[in-house]
């Protein structure tokens, strides 16, 4: 899992970004509203960690753009701004759970949990269901019912990522960003070649259809009789 920590107070980051990394999570950083936005816009995230009071662009300005805009990005708002009014804006504005510092650290993860939960992101038990596709996130693998597709480690990540975002376009240049890092020296033609990877071992079982191709800009996951 992705998550992107929006938070101005460098020695809260810092303890924050401890925990997530301690518990699996991959994590990157902006201090600054604007600088978030922009960030979020990406598309790779699968969950965002927002402070209120931010500099450029305050914490729910930049939900409430991005909601305008069109991104659903999971959102939870960690905060030391604690009336029932700030609650409440706050979630009005789209974001999806609110949490007041200082907070317990086991709360905090278990509201991390549940706002991916909801959002699908995340199965119960730690696993996500898609049409015939089963998808175990604590041991890596995925399945047509009980059959092992038996991705590698990369196919596994990209076809992850793909079923997270299910029905929504991705573009080349999300996946790769997501998947092989903005730092990576390849480039944005290995996610076709890795996405025929994947329908390759998903075509033995009649089930390559699911990834769908839209020319000239990226792919999407969505089950048999749905129209892109």
């Excluded at 997270?164 to 790769?176: A, D, V, Y």
């Excluded at 890795?194 to 998903?202: P, T």
Aim: net charge negative; hydrophobic share 40%.
């Amino acid at each position: 899992m992705h998550i992107l920590l929006v938070e101005d107070d460098a020695p809260l980051q810092k303890i924050v970004s401890s925990i997530l990394k301690d518990e699996g999570y991959t994590i990157d950083l902006a201090d600054d509203g604007l600088d978030g936005l922009l960030m979020t816009k990406t598309g790779i995230y699968d969950l965002l960690i927002i402070d209120i009071m931010l500099p450029s662009l305050d914490g729910l300005a930049l939900i409430k753009e991005l909601r305008k805009s069109g991104f659903y990005t999971p959102s939870l708002i960690l905060t030391a701004k604690d009336s029932v009014e700030d609650k409440v804006s706050g979630l009005d504005v789209g974001a999806d759970d609110y949490l007041v510092k200082p907070f317990d650290t086991q709360e905090f993860l278990a509201r991390i949990r549940s706002v991916l939960r909801r959002a699908g992101k995340l199965g119960n038990e730690g696993k996500i269901h898609y049409g015939p596709i089963v998808l175990d996130t604590q041991e890596h693998r995925a399945f047509i019912g009980e059959q092992d597709l038996k991705l590698t480690i990369k196919e596994y990540e990209l076809f992850h990522y793909m079923i997270q975002n299910r029905e929504q376009l991705l573009t080349r240049e999300q996946i790769f960003d997501r998947i092989w890092g903005l730092e990576s020296n390849t480039g944005d033609a290995i996610v076709d070649l890795y996405i025929h990877y994947v329908r390759k071992k998903l075509s033995a079982f009649k089930c390559d259809s699911i990834i769908r191709t839209i020319r000239g800009v990226g792919y999407m996951v969505k089950a048999e009789g749905q129209n892109v």
